[in-house]
């Protein structure tokens, strides 16, 4: 069966891969779009498999938070470069996988992998989909979820930096603006801080028994400290430890937007539940950081000109 140049352009549209790829499709498959399509998508999941071994070190966090707030999902997803990261599939597909964690709740990277997210297609089948069409490695690495409460969201850098912010408010003040806005800045200072516990009463006590360690060693070495009876160096650790609570503890944070004032969150969330007439409490938060932990390859560029004019 002949084919034409429109059908080619027909197929490259339907498959987004490239002309001369469609052409040869199209020829092995004498002229059967259908055929041609499936021979792209074999194509596909094979380039999928040959790019696995790249490293995915960018990409986007994305979250999805339910119009009442009842439910949240954050993803990260990963790839190569960051030119990559913003295609508008790239991104609407790790979108699209926010929404599905809150709303499907999967248990596992495993089962959330394996779930439908579009008719007939799992969550890896669009991946392989998407790394054969962008050409570039893609994984999709974790996910977050909060159910119950209020979750608000915070994206930095589009898709940088991602966090999910759950707190609970009491029925007369749930709806209020000034709660909404109260956990928006709250989900800003976690991006911008990095609080490693929500917290002080977080932190677990083989966390504190060695930064109590480090502390009263390097008390102990401070020649200004020469002399001092050892209930003195236990106090100055302890004032260490408490200043450890203000760098590391949401609630004993200074609150970033206080201009000054030295408010901590923990007094800030109080103030304002005091002023709406009703009680706030903070439960949790979640916050990624894209390609956080992963290895990037170091590219000696001038090695590889090098190596190619060889």
């Known amino acids: 069966m002949a084919f034409?140049?429109?059908?080619?352009?027909?197929?490259?549209?339907?498959?987004?891969?490239?002309?001369?790829?469609?052409?040869k499709a199209l020829t092995e498959a004498d002229g059967d779009m259908d055929k041609a399509v499936e021979l792209l998508r074999e194509k596909g999941l094979a380039t999928a498999a040959k790019k696995a071994g790249r490293i995915a070190a960018e990409g986007i966090c994305a979250a999805y938070v339910s119009p009442d707030g009842a439910c949240a999902g954050l993803v990260e997803v990963n790839i190569e470069t960051d030119f990559a990261a913003n295609n508008a599939d790239f991104r609407a597909f790790a979108n699209d996988l926010a929404k599905l964690v809150a709303e499907k709740a999967p248990?596992?990277?495993?089962?959330?992998?394996?779930?439908?997210?579009?008719?007939?297609?799992?969550?890896?089948?669009?991946?392989?989909?998407?790394?054969?069409?962008?050409?570039e490695n893609m994984q999709v690495r974790r996910f977050a979820r909060y159910e119950g409460g209020k979750t608000v969201s915070y994206i930095h850098m589009g898709g940088k930096i991602g966090v999910l912010l759950?707190?609970?408010?009491?029925?007369?003040?749930a709806g209020k603006a000034e709660v909404e806005e109260l956990g928006k800045d709250l989900a800003m200072q976690v991006a911008a801080m990095n609080p490693l516990f929500l917290d002080k009463a977080d932190v677990d006590e083989a966390t504190l028994a060695k930064e109590k360690e480090i502390l009263l060693i390097q008390a102990k070495q401070d020649e200004k400290n020469k002399g001092k009876p050892d209930n003195i160096i236990e106090k100055m650790v302890m004032g260490r430890i408490s200043k450890?609570?203000?760098?590391?503890?949401?609630?004993?944070?200074?609150?970033?937007?206080?201009?000054?004032?030295?408010?901590t969150c923990e007094k800030h969330v109080a103030e304002v539940a005091k002023a709406l007439g009703g009680?706030?409490?903070?439960?949790?938060?979640?916050?990624?950081?894209?390609?956080?932990?992963?290895?990037?390859?170091?590219?000696?560029?001038?090695?590889?000109?090098?190596?190619?004019v060889k």
């Open 279 to 308: 009680t706030i409490a903070i439960k949790g938060f979640k916050r990624f950081l894209t390609g956080e932990g992963i290895e990037k390859k170091a590219d000696d560029f001038a090695a590889e000109v090098a190596s190619m």
């Open 4 to 23: 034409t140049a429109a059908d080619v352009k027909k197929l490259r549209e339907m498959t987004d891969c490239g002309m001369m790829e469609c052409k």
């Open 107 to 135: 248990a596992d990277m495993d089962a959330f992998t394996a779930m439908e997210l579009v008719p007939g297609k799992s969550v890896e089948d669009v991946r392989k989909e998407l790394v054969a069409t962008i050409r």
């Open 244 to 263: 450890y609570f203000s760098e590391n503890c949401l609630m004993q944070q200074e609150f970033v937007k206080s201009l000054g004032d030295k408010v």
């Open 166 to 173: 759950n707190m609970e408010a009491s029925a007369d003040i």
